[in-house]
């Protein structure tokens, strides 16, 4: 605080202190309690890694990544198809999601910038955004769930596109926008149309920033539960690449097993969660560190 | 740019002369782009569209009474939504009045007064609790956070404010086991606070520095410089922000799910299980059918309300927040 308040502690006269007691006191708690605050939210994120280490270690059996969930009540077993299930369904819905973020975000940025229905659409988008994901589980059910009959990894998959198109576009927006007009003029003086100036210099220009924004989209559908809830479901099955049917998935499997009355299922939760946050805490970094370096060029 | 220069000296070089460079596929990118764009909007409209349409046939049956009634009998088939709205806004309030002093502190700390050094990795340590998924922040609640709060705030107030009225009716657990409103909406408040914390830092940081200097020329101290000079600067931005963070605690599904009880009736304590609408639906969607299913999507239909007008004015008074 010191290099930030040069003026206000300069005065240690007793007579200015007596005067601006009230001041100083006022001064004190509001320092005192930012850093509390501060130091709270520190210790709440040791608090949830260093809750998920203590559980999570004891969760890992040899056969935690190789076999598939065992039966309620039973015993051994491990992860190894919800693991994979997510890994497709997270796989297919970035692979929807990012050329459809990435072209809307193109337009947003490169045809329509100051246009009417572009605004409109910035601004539809920042609400998807933020929108509850429960909604597109919903959403999702009705579209998908209900005419075809079943639960199945397709639904899972399209939800979480859905989920993650929002953010691909921001990021794409954001980035492309970063990229300077003279490189888009120089382009076209060279005689080459919009399309060809936007795929060779603007996206290339931009490529870190976009990537980066797939990582973010990747890291926000990797823990969603409650969309998959509605969608792909669950079960204890092999995952036998049958996206028709309920797809083993990560969240969803931490959600019942968690919640369950074995142990065994309970460690296999717990062994489940750390895995997931870690991955989603990697990517996180990784991600920030990328566009922070884009940014700054 | 080699890309470029290569295809355009590769068509010269070719000896074709270089006809009005492909117009199809430049109106082929662009309607991509546009096609890409307006899917945003279809997107939106389908969620609207398909929750309306699962919720018609309880809105048709209940009427306006689906707002007022608390019934929710599966035997019956009567279903009421007032529980499950009124557990959605106390716990989100809750969040608000716990989440938001905490934010503002966060954001006065890391723009006025954490020493250079430290700010990024302290930030980055804020801005991680973003990511940590719901799910976890569930289970965080409901294995280390609720047997603690059960034990050390629970009981002792509950043994408090026993026998006084209105504090004692608020303020007394039943049966203390740690889960309930309270602990949904201090779990929730966790979970804005990243979110209002690094949206209103962003919007401190672009006060101009002269602004600062000059107030702590004239010999102010933090605390006035905060109070008169930065949060009249950047108010309407951080109501935005705090917006935003009540849209995310109105939609929160999976960490109230695990820590609020999951009751289905009404009590006037804030230590007592209730339910939200979005726990709600967690917890039945997949048992339910016909009326009661329709009724879970009536209280979709409510949420989707509730969040899209608050996410709106939350857009609106902060134009460009950050993803997080």
Sequence with gaps: MDASTPFATADHSPRASRVRSGRRIADRILILASTLATLLGIVVLGSILLMLIVEGVKGFTPTLLTAPTPGPGSEGGGIA??????????????VIATPVGLMAGTFLAE??????????????????????SILIGLFVYTLMV???????GWAGAVALAIIATPVIVRTTEDMLRLVPGQMREAGAAL??????????????AASAGIVTGIILALARIAGETAPLLFTALNNNSWFNANLLGGVPNLPVMIYQFALSPYPNWQSLAWAGALLITVTILALSVVARLVIKDQRAR | MTALTQSIAVASESGVPRTAPSKTSDRLFQGAAYGSALLVLLVLAGILGSIV?????????????FLTS???????EQFGALPAVIGTVAAAMLALVIGVPVSLGIAIYLTQLCPGWARKPVAMTIELLASVPSIIYGMWGLFVFAPLFARFVQVPVSNLVEGIPIVGTILYARIPSGVGVLTAGIILAIMIVPFVASITRDMLDQIPTVLRESAYGIGCTTWEVVRHVLVPQASVSIIGAIMLGLGRALGET?????????????????????S???SRIANEFNEADGLQLSSLMALGCLLFIITFIVLIIARLLVRRAKVA
């Design chain 1, 81 to 94: 198809n919800a693991i994979l299930g997510s890994l497709v369904m997270t796989f297919i819905g970035i």
């Design chain 1, 111 to 132: 045809y329509g910038r100051t246009s009417k229905i572009a605004d409109i659409i910035r601004f539809l988008n920042d609400v998807l955004l933020s929108a509850p």
């Design chain 1, 146 to 152: 209900r005419p075809m009959g079943t639960y199945s």
């Design chain 1, 191 to 204: 005689g080459a149309p919009r399309s060809l100036v936007i795929r060779a210099i603007t996206w290339r």
């Design chain 2, 53 to 65: 349409y699962g919720a018609w046939p309880a809105f048709s049956e209940f009427g306006f009474g």
């Design chain 2, 70 to 76: 608390s019934a929710w009998n599966i035997g019956t």
């Design chain 2, 254 to 274: 999976m960490a109230v799910t695990f820590v609020i009880g999951n009751a289905n009736r009404l009590s006037a304590s804030i230590f007592d299980p209730g």
């Design chain 2, 276 to 278: 939200t609408i979005a």
